[in-house]
Each structure stands twice: as structure tokens, then as C-alpha cells.
């Protein structure tokens, strides 16, 4: 990673875009041309560290972990669970309280089916909101059938934040699960987390948040929010696919029962009865994703070597730019609120986002057009899809010109 990272511009402390896009061979085109990224909101681009961590974790590095009685599996063991601790330094939480999983997706139907499996059944109710991605509300609907519990949709205001004050006069003691987004992945807007917490400890329900478009752009910490569980998947913070993890308070996690069955989660297995290992063992059943938690050390490593604080700064900063620079065409529609995290969904009037995205293909600038997982929200917009600008670390005002100058020439093909 370079050193000079940072570079003053006014008083905007701002991420030397480019030293770090050095620092990202996926940044180019075959060609050699500068690719514009503006997709991170789905995945990021990897940093040759992480890329380096991997190889050398499958390559030189590789062997099984917590088996082995060899030297080498030992190593690896440690610089695994040395990944844990890293993701639980993260989060602000205890080792014994981050479990690893495939992803969110798996760290939310976790919840799911071992929380969830145990605690919600008749008469209980749980509330989610409109702009929760799908891995935030399938699960539970997947759960509701089978145990019959209801689900509760908080509304949102205007701007499209989650309406906290909706929540408040929603809640009752039947409510034992609220499940929201620290920020959207549609519309960038970050919940109220704190007084999340606070309302749904007040009826006495649990809460999770599903932290995947928080953790890459701002510093989280979970003791300090006061939530139950908290969840995240790596590749969205420049780490690799097929990992990700759940953190949940000690005492949550402990009380909770395994939710797939296996190698490495168990204490003793007889055909009497099976004894099961203490959390977070518990509920990693099977070989683990080895490199892929190894990868995911490195990108924290490389996040934490930016600072979080100055992704947020450097983010908050492009999300104003461009939402100035959207603001000025009349044909747009801006969606979400002037601060939002990273994240920018608009519509160019009469053309589809998906010909927009195609477009701006040719012209080397990627954006995410569709539903973004998120088909209630765009229920609630009155579109079937949306056009998002989602930026990274590497990000930055030649991103936004060559989005306009994509954007112009669409309004000209179009007419
Ligand atoms: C807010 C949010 N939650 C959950 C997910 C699911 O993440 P994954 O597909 O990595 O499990 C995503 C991915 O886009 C997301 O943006």
C-alpha cells in the first residue's frame, strides 16, 4: 500500500485515489484504460495485498486448520484465527462472538434458523422495513411459514431513511426480533442505529443489523450500538467472495442451538447422542473457508491501513459531488437522502436503466442497473429498477466525469 495515502483539498481530508487505484489491479481495462468502478455496493475491487494473502494461503502457505498435528496446519490455525480476531477488532466485539459464514445472505439465515428456530413461533411478531435487501426479509418469510410468526414492515420517511418514529408506535411486546439495514443498499441511507437499539430493547425484542454497505464505509462498533447481531460479508469490503460473518452478543450466541450438523462442530458424536462444541465452533460445521477467512485478515488489514474515518470522509464527499452534479439535469430523479453513504440511485427520464448501464459499459464506467435485491423498495418508488452509482476507497472525481459524460451521451442516443 502506499504511504501517502491522504492529501488535503480545503479542509476536505481526501484519500490519494491515485497512489491506492495502484494498489487494485482490477482497475483496468485489458487494454490498459482506467475502468470506472462504480459498483463496489455489490462487490469491491481487491487490493493486490488481499490477492497476494490468497495466493500465498492456497500456494506455499496451505493446509487444513484446526486438525492437523503438523507444523504447517498449525501455522495456519493460528493465522486463521488470528483473521478472527481481526474481524472482531472490527466490529468493536469478542473473538468468541464472530462467527464465520458464507456471507450475510448465510450469517442472517443463521440467525434464522438457530435464533430464530428456537424463540419465534404463534403470536410473536418481527419488523423489518421497506428497504431491506432480499437476504433481510426471504429468510424470515422462509421461517414465518414454517413456525407462524408475523411480519411487520416499517415505512420510510420522504427521503427514505427507515422511519424510526413509525417503528416506535409499531413495536409491542409481541415483538421479539427487529431486523434492519445500517445502511441501504439502494439508497445509501444510514439507519439511526442507536435508537434502533433503543426501541427495540424497550419492548423487549432482539435486534440485528445487517451491516454489509456499513462496514466498508464507516467505523462500526458494535458494543457501543448495543445491538444483538450484527452481520457483513467480505467481498463487499474488498476481501474475497464466500466468506463473511456474524457477530452476536456472547450470551445470545451461547444460548443458541447448531443449525447445520457436521465435522468440527461437535464435542462428542455417538449414536446415542451427540454433544456439541462451545460457540462460535458450534456453528461451523465442516472444513472452513480457509483462504477465504486468511483474505478477509488481509482486507481488513489494508482497510484499517486507510482508515475507515477517511472512507467515510472521502465517500460522503463523491455521494455530494455527484448528487450536485445529477441535481443539475433536469431529466434526473435523484432517489435517497442528501447523505447518503456511499450510494447514489437515480433514473434518467425515459430511458431504461439497463440501456443506460449499457452505455456507460462502452465507455469503460460500470454501474449496477436492476432491482438491487431490494424489489420492495422499488414497490415503494414506483420503478422496477433503479441506476446506482456505489463508490469505493479508490473512487473518485474522474469516476464522476466519466459517468456524466456516459450519461450525456445516453440523453443524445436517446434524444
Ligand atoms: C444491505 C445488504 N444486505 C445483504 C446483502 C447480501 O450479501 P451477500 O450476497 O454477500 O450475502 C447485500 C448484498 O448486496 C446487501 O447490500
Redesign the pocket.
Known amino acids: 500500500m502506499s504511504d501517502t495515502l491522504i492529501r488535503l483539498q480545503g479542509a476536505i481530508p481526501r484519500l490519494n485515489t491515485e497512489a491506492l487505484r495502484g494498489d487494485f489491479p482490477g482497475l483496468t481495462t485489458p487494454d490498459g484504460q482506467p475502468w470506472h468502478y462504480l459498483d463496489a455496493?455489490?462487490t469491491a475491487q481487491k487490493p493486490q495485498s488481499v490477492i497476494d494473502a490468497m495466493a500465498r494461503a492456497l500456494g506455499p502457505d496451505y493446509a487444513t486448520v484446526h486438525r492437523g498435528v503438523y507444523s504447517r496446519s498449525a501455522h495456519m490455525t493460528l493465522a486463521f484465527e488470528g483473521a478472527r480476531r481481526k474481524v472482531a477488532k472490527l466490529l468493536g466485539g469478542a473473538e468468541g462472538e464472530i462467527v464465520f459464514t458464507r456471507?450475510?445472505?448465510?450469517a442472517i439465515n443463521l440467525v434464522a434458523n438457530s435464533w430464530g428456530g428456537a424463540n419465534l413461533g404463534p403470536g410473536d411478531r418481527i419488523l423489518l422495513s421497506r428497504l431491506e435487501?432480499h437476504?433481510?426479509i426471504v429468510p424470515w418469510q422462509l421461517l414465518a411459514q414454517r413456525l407462524g410468526f408475523a411480519i411487520d414492515v416499517c415505512p420510510l420517511t420522504p427521503e427514505g431513511l427507515i422511519d424510526l418514529d413509525a417503528a416506535e408506535a409499531m413495536l409491542t411486546p409481541a415483538h421479539k426480533l427487529v431486523a434492519l439495514?445500517h445502511v441501504s443498499?439502494v439508497l445509501g441511507s444510514v439507519l439511526d442505529a442507536p435508537r434502533a437499539v433503543a426501541l427495540a430493547h424497550a419492548v423487549g425484542a432482539k435486534i440485528l443489523i445487517?451491516g454489509?454497505?456499513a462496514v466498508p464505509r464507516f467505523p462500526v462498533d458494535v458494543a457501543k450500538l448495543g445491538c444483538d447481531f450484527y452481520t457483513f460479508?467480505a467481498?463487499?469490503l474488498y476481501g474475497p467472495t464466500g466468506i463473511?460473518a456474524l457477530w452476536a452478543r456472547a450470551e445470545i450466541l451461547d444460548a443458541m442451538p447448531p443449525w447445520q450438523g457436521g465435522g468440527a462442530m461437535i464435542n462428542k458424536v455417538s449414536f446415542e447422542g451427540t454433544t456439541f462444541a462451545p460457540a462460535p465452533q458450534r456453528f461451523e460445521a465442516g472444513t472452513p473457508a480457509i483462504t477465504e477467512v486468511i483474505a478477509l485478515g488481509a482486507a481488513i488489514d489494508y482497510v484499517e491501513g486507510v482508515g475507515l474515518d477517511a472512507i467515510h470522509a472521502h465517500e460522503t464527499a463523491l455521494v455530494k459531488t455527484l448528487r450536485r452534479e445529477l441535481s443539475t439535469m433536469n431529466t434526473i430523479t435523484l432517489f435517497g437522502p442528501e447523505t447518503s453513504a456511499g450510494i447514489v440511485s437515480f433514473m434518467l427520464d425515459g430511458v431504461h436503466p439497463h440501456d443506460l448501464g449499457t452505455i456507460l459499459d462502452e465507455e469503460n464506467v460500470a454501474i449496477r442497473a436492476g432491482h438491487h435485491?431490494a424489489q420492495p423498495l422499488m414497490e415503494h418508488l414506483g420503478v422496477p429498477a433503479t441506476a446506482r452509482a456505489s463508490f469505493g476507497l479508490y473512487s473518485d472525481e474522474s469516476d464522476i466525469a466519466a459517468l456524466l459524460r456516459g450519461i450525456e451521451r445516453t440523453r443524445r442516443i436517446f434524444g
Open positions: 455496493g455489490a456471507g450475510a445472505t448465510e435487501h437476504a433481510n439495514s443498499n445487517d454489509c454497505q460479508s467481498h463487499k463473511g435485491c
